[in-house]
């Protein structure tokens, strides 16, 4: 296959380092790494020419992320955006992407590490490609200047696992729609980075070149982990409080996701009385018991698909750093 190349722009000047019109930067906040970060990292990177982590926690999660990136050295680490301290967890975070998202845009047109792609994904979140990179593959369409990959979203287990990304096999698809879904449905972005080029919440971007791609599903894909087992569930929830019926504290952007609204109730309530009776038995009606009709139905109809991004990947380990 030919490799594409272009030049990179330094105001009006031609840079004289080529690179590639077709390589990805990938870009991602983490509050805190488990045990399945570091396969999430080797899996990227087969892909990746970078990876620009943002920590959302760097006092409490330094030593450990640079001790996982030391070993990665196209893995760049970054103290992430502190924007609005007071605000509830599950706002802030938006708002502090956009601003690493926007920082990591500046520093993959700065031609002494260029990429022509960049994309924003979380840590419980894979790009899977089922036939891999081909000439047809998304960052290969010239007339674009941004892509929209659809998401699935992993069904939950109800045991414990220490690494969803292997554990977790089937996913409810976005065509049979999102109704059922954890977490949100209308998909993540890439875009091609060009000096005018902007992140639009966590899902889209702004001022890019060229046409909207959006990739059809069985080429490329984002499979979310959401919240994976109950033991997660809980944990989530526990970090974002109590927060409230608005995203941002803003009246006129209503919370319309009515399950992750009730978690919050549940889980606060458990968190209040101890008693986790009924946060357990909420979390129990969400989870689908494979084997009955209702089950073998969505399969028959390809609401449930089964997907093993991971299938191909030689030595997948996890890497516990709890102690560190």
Same mark, same amino acid.
Not at 29 to 42: N, V, Y
Not at 112 to 124: C, E, F, K, M, S
Not at 125 to 154: I, M
């Given at each position: ?20 019109? @077709? ?34 926690? &760097? ?25 609005? &301290?007071?605000? @509830? ?40 490609? #089922? =036939? ?5 593959? *998304? ?38 729609? @999102? ?5 949100? +449905? ?5 875009? !091609? ?5 902007? #992140?639009? +919440? ?6 890019? !070149? +060229? ?32 927060? =409230?019926?608005? *995203?941002?504290?803003? &009246? @006129?952007?209503?919370?319309?996701? $009515? ?5 919050? $109730? ?7 009385? +101890?008693?986790?009776?009924?946060? !357990? ?6 989870? &689908?018991?494979? =084997? ?5 139905? $969505?399969?028959?109809?390809? !609401? ?18 709890? $102690?560190?």
């Amino acid at each position: 296959m030919n490799r594409l190349l272009t030049y990179v722009y330094s105001g009006d000047e031609y840079n004289k380092q080529q690179i590639s019109t @077709t390589s990805i930067a990938i870009t991602t906040t983490i509050l805190r790494p488990d045990a399945s970060f570091t396969t999430w990292l080797d899996y990227h990177l087969q892909r990746a020419k970078y990876i620009m982590v943002h920590m959302d926690d &760097p006092t409490n999660t330094r030593e450990t992320l640079e001790h996982i990136c030391s070993t990665r050295p196209d893995v760049i680490l970054r103290n992430g955006s502190k924007t609005k &301290p007071e605000m @509830t967890p599950e706002s802030r975070i938006m708002l502090r992407q956009q601003d690493n998202v926007l920082e990591a845009i500046m520093y993959f047109l700065d031609p002494a590490h260029p990429a022509a792609w960049l994309v924003h994904i979380d840590t419980d979140e894979l790009l899977y490609e #089922p =036939g891999g990179e081909t000439e047809r593959s *998304w960052n290969h369409h010239q007339e674009a200047g941004s892509v929209k990959f659809t998401n699935h979203e992993a069904v939950p287990l109800m045991e414990e696992v220490d690494n969803p990304f292997v554990s977790c096999t089937s996913f409810r698809v976005s065509s049979g729609g @999102t109704k059922h879904f954890m977490a949100y +449905g209308n998909g993540k972005a890439a875009v !091609r980075l060009s000096n005018r080029v902007g #992140p639009s +919440g966590p899902h889209a971007f702004t001022a890019y !070149r +060229g046409e909207l791609y959006k990739v059809p599903a069985e080429e490329a894909m984002v499979l979310h982990y959401s919240t994976p087992s109950y033991e997660r569930w809980v944990a989530k929830y526990k970090h974002f409080g109590r927060f =409230g019926d608005y *995203w941002y504290n803003d &009246p @006129t952007v209503p919370n319309k996701m $009515d399950f992750m609204k009730k978690s919050r $109730d549940v889980v606060q309530a458990a968190v209040k009385s +101890g008693d986790w009776t009924e946060a !357990r038995a909420f979390w129990d009606s969400w989870v &689908p018991k494979q =084997g009955t009709d209702e089950w073998r139905e $969505d399969v028959e109809m390809e !609401r449930v698909r089964k997907y093993e991004p991971l299938s191909g990947m030689l030595g997948v380990k996890t890497e516990d750093y709890s $102690d560190l």
